[in-house]
């Protein structure tokens, strides 16, 4: 099994006698492996160093505390909950393949066993049938009703109505599935602009959302993909799935540096319940070891 960056941390430290530039070269190395890209992992390493020679600082234990908070500066957290009384849209972004029409389905089993009785999701990736089927069956699942049009038709039409199927019950929340596909970037592109102007219209003020789902595995890959994403639509907050502690998973210190995008949900595993809010130090401890 692959070592985890904690453990690789550790063996750093017993192999490196003495903290000088070889031990901050391969403490550097040792980050961009972690998926903390080459960039974000030169400067913070840069910045540690001159804190430690600053503070004559050479324990292990303090070298460590000293990088846990300048990841946790780079980290960003949001925590996200539906405005009671108020029509709330959260429109789903990600490439396929990153578990984002999962993460619909867990984000709604989520709110619905928080007692929000109001909830439709909608199926906006009308460009793949399994994608439509996926989420019609996610949605008998877990008891949550599904607004889907025929395979092909126009995504933001199906917004629209979800939006007016929760608006007849008074408020509520719509969560709307769509597509990813990023070979096509200039059509996605257009297509995310259509829903998001539908999704704006259709929500309260200050009650929608745009919510990306990457794959804590993918690293530099992830980074990209919220970028896209990002440039398409501004996006609000993440959604870490296939996150394992022993996995690289620095991906969201790169992403919170360079894009600034704040973490909401983490996934750990393939059932409904396997999602949670993010916490940003317990994520930095178990990226670190400690």
Known sequence: MKQSFGERLKSLFSKKTTINEDFYDDLTDLLVEGDIGAKTAYEIVDELQSICSKEKITEEKEIINELKKLLL??????????????????????????????????????FKDKGLENLVLASADTFRAAAIEQLDTHGQKIGVRVVSHQHGSDPSAVVYDAADAVKAKGPGLVIADTA???????????ELQKIDRTCTLKADE???????????????????????????VKVDALIMTKYD?????????SIGRELGIPVAFICTGEKYENIDY??????????LGL
């Open 73 to 110: 500066a780079e980290v960003k957290s949001v925590k996200l909950e539906p405005a009671a009384d108020k029509q709330n849209v959260w429109m789903v972004l990600g490439v396929n393949g990153v578990g984002k029409t999962t993460s619909v389905a867990k984000l709604a089993k989520l």
């Open 180 to 190: 990813g596909r990023l070979h096509n970037k200039e059509n996605l592109v257009r």
């Open 245 to 253: 502690s022993t996995a690289k998973g620095g991906v969201a210190v």
């Open 206 to 232: 200050g009650c929608y959302k745009r919510i990306i789902v990457i794959d804590a595995t993918t690293g530099q890959n992830a980074l990209r993909q919220a970028e896209v994403f990002n440039d398409a």
């Open 278 to 287: 993010f916490d940003p130090e317990k994520y930095i401890d178990e990226f």
